[in-house]
């Protein structure tokens, strides 16, 4: 960061604490999430005023040393003795002197900038926007642990079910919805469930709560659990991961117990989403296991299920299968909607290709590459590019090739036929 972006940088810190003191209606979610660790925001989500700022905040956070001396040449910015306190002695101007350096685009990701600028500059951001696209406080892993120790410490219980899930915070996810390529029947059936979620009172009013139940059908490798994953961050929901198999393992012990626990720490921490990966093990365990404990426990999983509602407890349900010719019709009626996954055609594998290939040199055909790998699910494009920009780095270059894109696919052909061998 050279000097100048240095001085930039501390003078949106400073302007930052003087708005947000100076404007009491702002709240958390109009700092940024790099505000919120240097103004020490704590777990429950308190913002306590008067924020202030330091040299030493300053260089434990953002790693910028002597920020008084950087200011020093700043008329409407002051420090106290050793650095303790920096001080706005001018809001306005201080905002106008931001303005003129070229501060008006680090705008563009700071609510209280945004909301501030607004009056003093016609070329601001709009608040509104930049505080929609501005990471929620809710979303972050520090607010979500404290959720789940506040609900814990109101019912002990509920710990041992929360041993067999992955809780993740949206922030967390890396999967970012806009990234996929959905065909139009799943934009189709999420944008429903995005507008359940606007209108939950209207439907409860109505005595609807038959809503957010999804079943996700299709072989491995195209996008079930990575699907789930974006629907978290896109919907700002935490999601609750279930792998039956576990669950219902009868190493476990009280596994209908188990199950009952993590229903109910989801309908807790709702909003969020609980996702049950592997659902084909609830069939085979009711056709094929005479164990007793875990039939057991299918059939609790099965009673938990009709028993949750989008509407009513702010539960998003999904279930994902590799073998819906497994589940029985107890299972398939538990969902009102089947969203379905096929292995991609041939326009989609370009699309896909296209997404995965954004940020890398590519210097190949696409309508080539799709002819040549029919059958390929997306996962096993994304392996598929990951060898041949490795085929390109081992030999020095930074773009990738037909050569090293037919690299990839023998790879993934290779793997492909190790899977369908049978080894008994």
């Not at 700092?31 to 924020?51: A, D, S, W, Y």
């Not at 350096?101 to 700071?110: D, Q």
């Not at 009513?312 to 299972?331: C, K, S, W």
């Amino acid at each position: 960061m050279s000097p100048e972006d240095e001085t930039l940088k501390l003078l949106e810190v400073a302007l930052t604490a003087e708005i947000f003191n100076q404007h009491q209606n702002l709240d958390i979610n109009d700092l940024t999430p790099e505000c919120r660790m240097l103004f020490g925001v704590n777990g429950e989500g308190e913002v306590k005023r008067p924020l202030s700022v330091s040299e030493g905040m300053i260089k434990r956070s953002l790693g910028i040393q002597d920020a008084c001396s950087k200011l020093s040449k700043i008329p409407v910015i002051t420090c106290d003795d050793f650095g303790q306190r920096i001080h706005v002695t001018s809001l306005e101007a201080a905002a106008r002197m931001f303005v003129r350096k070229g501060g008006i685009n680090l705008a563009g990701s700071n609510p209280a900038l945004a909301f501030y600028l607004g009056s003093v500059d016609t070329t601001a951001p709009s608040y509104k926007l930049v505080r929609a696209a501005n990471p929620p406080y809710e979303d972050t892993r520090i607010f979500l642990d404290k959720k789940v120790a506040t609900i814990l410490s109101g019912d002990e219980s509920l710990k041992s079910g929360l041993d067999l899930v992955i809780i993740s915070a949206p922030d967390e996810v890396e999967q970012k919805f806009e990234n996929f390529v959905c065909t139009d029947e799943q934009i189709r059936i999420i944008s429903k469930i995005k507008i359940a979620r606007q209108h939950r009172e209207t439907l409860q009013r109505h005595g609807i709560h038959e809503v957010g139940k999804l079943l996700f059908v299709g072989p491995p490798g195209t996008g079930k659990t990575s699907l789930a994953l974006g629907l978290s961050r896109e919907m700002h929901l935490p999601l609750i991961e279930v792998r039956i198999s576990m669950v219902t393992s009868q190493y476990l012990g009280e596994t209908s117990k188990n199950i009952d626990r993590i229903f109910e720490f989801a309908k807790q921490i709702a909003p969020c989403i609980l996702f049950i990966d592997e659902f084909d093990f609830v069939a085979k365990s009711r056709v094929t296991d005479d164990h007793g404990a875990m039939k057991r426990a299918v059939n609790a999983l099965l009673k938990n299920i009709d028993r949750i509602s989008l509407i009513r407890d702010g539960v998003l349900l999904i279930g994902a299968t590799n073998h819906p010719q497994l589940l029985d019709e107890a299972a398939w009626r538990r969902f009102d909607e089947i969203v379905e996954f096929s292995l991609p055609g041939r326009e989609m594998r370009i699309q896909i290709l296209k997404h995965i290939t954004a940020s890398i040199d590519c210097q190949c055909d696409y309508g080539l590459i799709a002819d040549t790998t029919e059958g390929f699910s997306g996962a096993d494009l994304r392996i598929m590019i990951k060898e041949a920009l490795l085929s390109a780095l081992i030999e020095g270059r930074s773009h990738i090739n037909d050569c090293d894109i037919e690299r990839g696919i023998i790879l993934v052909s290779n793997r492909g036929a190790v899977r369908r061998q049978n080894w008994l």
